[in-house]
């Protein structure tokens, strides 16, 4: 929603927002009062201009940072994991920047291509937040590009393709299933075949922590991994995947989110050690 | 034999290449590695510990394109086997794995 309204803001400078939570607000209060501080937190009252509502800090609440940018820059990441708790180990900081920085050059590098024209949002943009919840820790990047589903077929070979379709037992005939294929991509570009390989290196967040759960939302697909040690529980609208042992879920949607937003969650415990 | 500390170039290891961001593997690979190779006749020690972290991008331009670049491969191996990497050893291993790769590449 945050890289929607700048966006738009970007392009009419003289557009207005309001914000409102109606009904919602009486029925419940602390939910209202979460999702406000919430949006105070990432910015979202100041990029559209408003006074944020004044309310007291809850507990519990998730302690989100955000920025955005259009070049793959390190330090930026860096700056967002730096505000992470101290417990939080070294090894495992440098980890999450590995996933960080290259979800950051996937949206610069792929997610806007010159070709899309008035369909593109022509700035690379992304957006970075990292939030802090009781126990665990959330990472998520977004651009407002064209796609997985759109970029995936026109970066790689199609036998190369086709090797992974049989692999992960897909046709890749939706949205959900072509991201799905994306996180095994080691290499892309047609022609130039020692390019990729971030996408394994944002599927791997799953391996190094055993409890994380990685969304991977484009267009009007997601896909879901989860690590070993991750129940295996996730919300409901979501499909196993077959033959993944309940690791893997898929989901299609009706509209689409028109960029990807990669999201993953991984406990304190896993980043302590 | 010459250490080279990553640090010196960035403590943020940035994305593949220069038009993606700053500190790339491309540019590193351009400005530090082929220049102190040259120096010193491949006798490096490419200390990788001290930086936030590495995105494999990063690690596979900056050495697997030495070989990519025309660098003889069993110059590039050697500095693979004389990196230190205290903190990660495993990206010693990453390192030689995408060096290995862009070598069979080449060869094949």
Redesign the interface.
Known sequence: MLAEVSYLLKLHPNLSFGCSFGKRRTRNKKSSTEIEQILQKIGFFSAIGRPAPTSMPLEGVAVWEQLSGSLADGSLAASLLNNLPNSISKRSKAHLYKGAIEAMANSVDHAYPVEAGDNSNAENRWWMLVGKKQNSITQIVCDLGVGIPVTLPKKHEEGTLTKIFRKIGVLGSCDAELIHASTFIKRSRTNLPYRGKGAADIRSITEHFPSALLSIRSNRGCYVVAGLAHPGKIRDGYEEIQGTKGREWSASYNGSIHGTMIEWTVSLKDLEA | MKKIFVTDF????????IN????SGELFRKTVLLREIEKNNGELAVVLDGA???????L?EAF?GLI?DGVPKEIVLKICENLVSE??PSLKLEITQWVR??IA?KES
């Open positions: 960035s403590e943020f290891p940035g994305p593949r290449y993606l961001g700053p500190d936030f972290g590495y995105g494999s991008s990063f596979d697997g990519r903190e990660d790769d862009a590449h």
